[in-house]
């Protein structure tokens, strides 16, 4: 919502707007009949509702369950006891390291404002270069590394095991991310372009990640001729009587 009001965002948590809400659905439709066995998000509220709402959009019905780690104590209070309705779900772990990038002293100023007050060229090195911070902020550099850093430990080894992990993040976060599947340079990572709410398909194979573009939406053959596992997943979904 800060988006449509021109304000810097960076970590203040604030939600969708109407059309973001409908950017989440579209691309729940896009990947409706892609495997999902865990979801990665942001701790920030708009990357939890894009999560959850194109979940809503899956054919497999599966029900997305926020996982509260916090604490020993908030871990047994949202403890699933029967084995059948966790066979049900789709784990959700939310991480701050997902986060968008902390714009430090940016945050809630008005981007045009900010321009006309220390000039287009300083906001464009804060916003747009890579190894440069706002004040009290993250550069692009130091977000890079939280976010890359979580991806290796937490996620890397969940692909070794065969599972399909779906990340919501940001802008920031994502690139990072990308930066690190495609090993961009920082001049790359920092020209590179991210549309909201478009998913995009990585393939990982024998320790490599191989980008397979966005679906473009959920009946499109090509994406499930990529691995075995795919087709198969499909296959199951369209036999699932309606």
């Known amino acids: 919502m800060w988006n449509e009001k021109n304000l810097f965002t960076g970590c203040v948590d604030v939600p969708l707007t109407n059309r973001g809400v409908g950017e989440a659905i579209e ?15 942001s701790s920030l509220i708009r990357s939890q509702m894009t999560a959850m709402l194109a979940l809503t ?26 084995e059948d309705t966790k066979r049900q779900t789709i784990p959700v772990v939310k991480a701050w390291q997902l986060n968008e990038r902390m714009y430090g002293d940016l945050q809630g100023l008005n981007k045009q404002e900010t321009a006309e007050r220390f000039g287009k ?8 270069s890579y190894d440069v911070r706002p ?15 979580f991806f290796k430990e937490k996620i890397e080894p969940q692909l070794l095991t065969g599972k399909h ?4 993040a940001h802008a920031n976060s994502l690139r990072s991310i990308i930066m690190y599947l495609d090993k ?29 573009g966005s679906p473009v939406g959920p009946t499109e053959a090509d994406v499930y001729a990529y691995t075995m596992s795919l087709a198969l997943y499909r296959q199951k979904l369209d036999e699932i009587p309606h």
């Not at 926020?66 to 871990?75: L, P």
């Not at 004040?135 to 850093?149: D, I, K």
């Open 135 to 149: 004040p009290n902020g993250e550069s692009l550099e130091m977000c890079l590394g939280r976010a890359v850093a």
């Open 184 to 212: 961009l340079t920082s001049q790359e990572v920092i020209n590179l372009e991210l549309s909201t709410g478009v998913p995009m398909l990585y393939i990982y194979k024998e320790g490599n990640f191989i980008r397979r």
């Open 165 to 168: 992990v779906m990340v919501v």
């Open 121 to 128: 060229e300083q906001v464009h090195r804060w916003r747009r």
């Open 57 to 82: 959009q899956h054919r497999c019905k599966q029900v997305p369950v926020v996982m509260h780690n916090e604490s020993e104590q908030a871990r047994i209070w949202s403890q699933i006891y029967s």
């Open 27 to 41: 691309a729940g439709n896009r990947i409706s009949n892609i495997p999902i066995d865990i979801i990665y998000t």
